[in-house]
């Protein structure tokens, strides 16, 4: 992260709850709202993109989703798929609160499982003026299927067992039973794709951000694994950008690419590497690819007349 970066910890209300978020303040009316991927908070699954969007004039606001991270709500390290989806709606009329930031050029951008959250969120909200979905899980039993061919059966078998006990404890109201988010194949993980054990030197290099906690709770690995936003991609109506990387083995680009092809507006950029190369070898790509498309749909949109909306509460 760079230490330049201005921004401010804030907060905004959802479902009881709330959901805390960083703030970078912009200087050229378009904003973009982020969330890291699956069971990553807001640091390690934004901290490199943000920082570049900020510099670049973009107000910026990166949230964790309830139940992680710095956010409320419980039980904790749970991904429960709806609940996320209305934390984008919440972030989305946060954003449009903000008084630097313009409501008709407000983008947003996921990345993994928050890569398929906005093309379903985008399919919801016509007016957003962009949308960005790098390496996106467009087709979770795709990637459930690719994911079972890295696997050892009794590995499999075993986080079955812990799936379904973890289930059958939720009902009873007690504490989450975790899985480490990846593994080496053969030991008890949400996901052991070569791609998916670089996870960590990719996000949390040098062990940068020791807060955050990876694992999530068993019970949410069926939610995720049947996940298909990639079929809403016919309703979204904004440019949207998608980014996938050709090797990628955990969330596959054949069905985002797929699912590109449904949308009116879109756009496809390819980079070789894997899941994480974005992260990594193939970042200053992303980076510049994803910033021209920001440029091009919301520094070209026409301003709108800004009504107040309420603020939320901050720390």
């Not at 760079?2 to 912009?26: L, Q």
């Not at 194949?185 to 020791?210: F, H, I, K, Q, W």
Request: charged share 20%; net charge positive; proline share 9%.
């Amino acid at each position: 992260m760079d230490t330049s970066v201005i921004r401010e910890k804030v907060r905004f209300a959802v479902g009881g709850t709330y959901c805390a978020a960083w703030h970078y303040p912009g200087t050229n009316g378009g904003c973009v709202i982020m969330a890291g991927g699956g069971g990553v908070t807001k640091e390690p699954g934004t901290d490199p993109f943000a920082a570049r969007f900020s510099a670049a004039g973009f107000t910026v606001l990166a949230f964790d989703y309830r139940c992680l991270g710095e956010s409320g709500g419980g039980p904790r390290q749970t991904v429960r798929i709806k609940d996320q989806l209305d934390d984008w709606q919440a972030a989305i009329a946060f954003a449009a609160s903000l008084p630097e930031a313009d409501p008709a050029r407000i983008a947003i951008w996921g990345f993994s499982l928050s890569g398929g959250h906005v093309l379903r969120v985008a399919a919801r909200n016509p007016g957003l003026a962009a949308a960005v979905a790098q390496t996106p899980n467009a087709d979770g039993p795709a990637a459930s299927r690719n994911a079972s061919r890295h696997q050892k059966p009794l590995a499999m078998l075993r986080l079955t067992a812990r799936v379904l006990l973890d289930a059958a404890g939720g009902l009873l109201g007690r504490r989450p039973l975790l899985v480490p988010l990846a593994g080496e194949p053969g030991t008890v993980a949400m996901l052991s794709t070569p791609d998916a054990v670089e996870g960590d030197r990719a996000l949390n290099p040098g062990n940068r951000y020791p807060q955050w906690q990876q694992e999530i709770a068993a019970r949410s690995v069926p939610g995720v694994a049947l996940y298909r936003p990639g079929r809403d991609t016919p309703q979204v109506r904004s440019p949207l950008l998608v980014l996938v990387c050709d090797q990628d083995r955990t969330a596959l680009s054949a069905p985002a690419v797929r699912a590109a092809g449904r949308a009116p507006r879109a756009e496809v950029v390819h980079l070789p590497g894997g899941h994480y190369a974005p992260f990594m070898e193939q970042h200053e790509p992303a980076v510049q690819a994803e910033l021209s498309f920001l440029r091009r749909h919301l520094l070209a949109a026409p301003a709108a007349g800004r009504t107040e909306a309420p603020r939320a509460g901050r720390p």
